[in-house]
């Protein structure tokens, strides 16, 4: 994803470290650990049909040697559930992230919504810092960037046109204006679905070849994207003021 874009110069979130119990440490990828968690799935299944020997009699010792199952070492005694329920939550935590930087309650401050409430028309479309964008201009990109991931998401990996990055402002009516804050809300909710279906084992892959992010970071990179501008926004509002009150 390109740099303008907010989300392609974000880097691969940190691999977590892990001890299988065969050594030292070492660093395995979120998809590494889901593989393992559906082979000691089967393991379970596969034990428990045999001989009626469950993993907890495993990780006790009081079945076989640890050293026949070395998943044992990466699980440890943590109950099973608890790993498939870490699994699962990894793209609400995503998708509720998402939700925070455009609806509000972010740990930063002002959610973009939020940045926006009570803007009027005029006010969005007015520059009031000479050579930057206006508000409007810069929830249209916003826009563009969710397009963007949501392409992805469909196969398609072509990068944004600089019309489709930076589109040009409508007419500046109170209509219009609701109109573009209000796609900008769908498309969040929208994105947000998608990232609740998602494949969870398919975080650390690239959505689309052409561009060679993972999904993970394309998705975390909106949030991202979204309070970047969100603080622009606040500046900007600031700038009215102080124009208003000049």
């Not at 699994?87 to 939020?114: C, D, F, I, K, Y």
């Not at 249209?140 to 969710?146: A, E, F, G, K, N």
Request: overall charge negative.
């Amino acid at each position: 994803m390109a740099a303008k874009n907010g989300v392609g110069d974000q880097t691969t979130p940190p691999r977590r470290r892990i001890d299988r119990g065969l050594g030292e440490p070492h660093v395995e990828s979120l998809s590494e650990c889901r593989r393992a968690m559906m082979a000691w799935m089967t393991l379970e299944e596969e034990m428990v049909a045999n001989d009626g020997t469950g993993l907890a009699d495993l990780v006790g010792g009081t079945a076989r040697s640890h050293s026949s199952f070395p998943l044992v070492g990466l699980i440890g005694v943590r109950p099973i559930e608890r790993w498939v329920e870490r699994m699962t939550a990894e793209v609400n935590r995503l998708e509720e992230q998402l939700r925070r930087a455009l609806e509000g309650e972010a740990w930063h401050g002002p959610s973009v919504l939020e940045s926006l409430a009570g803007l009027s028309a005029a006010q969005a479309a007015s520059h009031p810092i000479a050579g930057a964008h206006s508000i409007w201009e810069l929830v249209l990109h916003l826009r563009s960037d969710y397009d963007l991931v949501l392409r992805r998401l469909a196969g398609d990996g072509r990068q944004l046109t600089a019309a489709e990055d930076w589109p040009a402002c409508p007419a500046s009516t109170e209509e219009n204006w609701q109109q573009t804050v209000q796609e900008l809300k769908l498309l969040n909710k929208k994105l947000r679905q998608a990232v609740r279906d998602f494949p969870d084992e398919r975080l650390d892959d690239p959505l689309v070849p052409e561009a060679p992010y993972t999904a993970y970071t394309q998705f975390i990179g909106v949030t991202q994207h979204n309070l970047y501008h969100a603080g622009q926004i606040a500046l900007l509002k600031r700038a009215l003021a102080a124009t208003t009150t000049a």
